[in-house]
């Protein structure tokens, strides 16, 4: 498709792509779809953005399969080149294959929960998540839609993939090859009209068993996160925090379970504690008055020792002139 004539190229510093869009029965015109691409230039910049891509006035029907096939079958780069697409105002959640999202499965046996642990607990199930985010109902709908104008942001493996699809987008305005929307795909993603809404009706009543392993599965971890959450909140009512305060919180001051913890966690206090003496001015304060008072005291103590040593002296010596007295007359 040629573009029309007199279409800049570029807009805002955004490249121009024109999208043919297919035809449908219902309505036989053709219509092109312009979408607008610029590099991600965040306020906030992440390490991947120098090799992220911003899409502007994404289609409505727009999955990741799309903008995957479109950058690698239409634009000419090689496949897998793509490591993540982020729409506006998708939620993240682990991915599905596209079987399980038509048959209404959550993904709790898929969910991306990182590094397995090595030891492997009789009882417990190591697919479950461990995460609130990643945890949800059922989907009741196939595939999302978005309003008109959304944006997306594509991430590539590399920046020279994301400058590749630049250039492939200034070779086709320049050419004015035809890009069909969706051209090529049949089968890859779930199919829109009637079909879509037979789907939607399937899906509003999963499986009763699958429902409920996924309630069992939110209630799990919801359980899991309340214990770590009161066992932290157990240990700053029970240990100072580096400046040497306790964290007030509900529930009332716990103390140690035994002597012997009572016992080490005295020694921790006493070892964070070491060095902190005079942190405070009203501890410099206390112990100089603590100083003082021990030098009073000490002082009324040598006082009343040289007092009793004067009066054993005074009478030693009157008892010697008494003798004299005596033995001369």
Not at 104 to 120: D, E, F
Not at 266 to 280: A, I, M, S, T, V
Not at 285 to 291: A, D, I, L, S
Request: aromatic share 8%; net charge positive.
């Amino acid at each position: 498709m040629a573009s029309p004539i007199g279409m800049p190229s570029k807009l805002a510093d955004y490249y121009i792509l024109p999208l043919q869009l297919p035809t449908l029965p219902s309505f036989g015109a053709q219509a092109v779809h312009y979408l607008y691409l610029h590099p991600h230039e965040p306020k906030i910049p992440t390490p991947t953005t120098p090799r992220s891509l911003f899409l502007v006035n994404v289609p409505f029907d727009a999955t990741e399969t799309h903008i995957r096939y479109l950058c690698s079958k239409q634009l000419g780069i090689p496949s897998g080149r793509v490591e993540e697409v982020q729409f506006e105002g998708a939620r993240k959640y682990p991915r599905q294959d596209k079987d399980d999202v038509q048959a209404g499965i959550a993904p709790i046996a898929q969910a991306r929960i990182g590094k397995k642990s090595m030891k492997r607990k009789r009882g417990v199930d190591e697919t479950r998540v461990d995460h609130m985010d990643e945890m949800r109902l059922p989907e009741t709908w196939d595939r999302p839609m978005w309003h008109s104008g959304s944006n997306a942001v594509v991430i590539f493996v590399d920046r020279t993939s994301m400058e590749a699809v630049v250039k492939a987008v200034r070779r086709v305005q320049k050419s004015g090859d035809k890009i069909i929307w969706g051209d090529g795909m049949e089968g890859r993603v779930p199919d829109l009209g009637l079909q879509r809404y037979l789907n939607h009706q399937k899906m509003r009543y999963p499986d009763k068993a699958f429902l409920l392993e996924t309630v069992n599965s939110f209630m799990t971890v919801y359980a899991k996160q309340e214990k770590a959450r009161t066992r932290r909140l157990a240990m700053q009512r029970r240990e100072p925090d580096e400046d040497g305060f306790v964290t007030v919180t509900r529930g009332g001051r716990v103390g140690p379970a035994s002597q012997e913890e009572a016992q080490e966690s005295l020694e921790k206090q006493r070892k964070r504690q070491k060095g902190l003496e005079d942190f405070y001015r009203f501890q410099s304060r206390e112990k100089r008055k603590e100083r003082a008072g021990e030098l009073v005291r000490k002082f009324e103590q040598d006082r009343e020792k040289v007092r009793k040593m004067r009066e054993r002296r005074g009478r030693f010596k009157a008892s010697k002139v008494l003798e004299r007295s005596t033995s001369s007359s």
